[in-house]
């Protein structure tokens, strides 16, 4: 559950600002 949650906020940061990555 938790290793989903950050997945997903990894996920939703990579697709918001893939020009930080």
């Known amino acids: 559950m938790?290793?989903?949650y950050v997945?997903?906020?990894v996920s939703l940061f990579s697709v918001r600002a893939p020009h930080v990555l």
Do not use: I, P
Request: proline share 0%; hydrophobic share 0%; no cysteine.
């Open 2 to 4: 938790g290793r989903t």
């Open 7 to 9: 997945h997903n906020d």
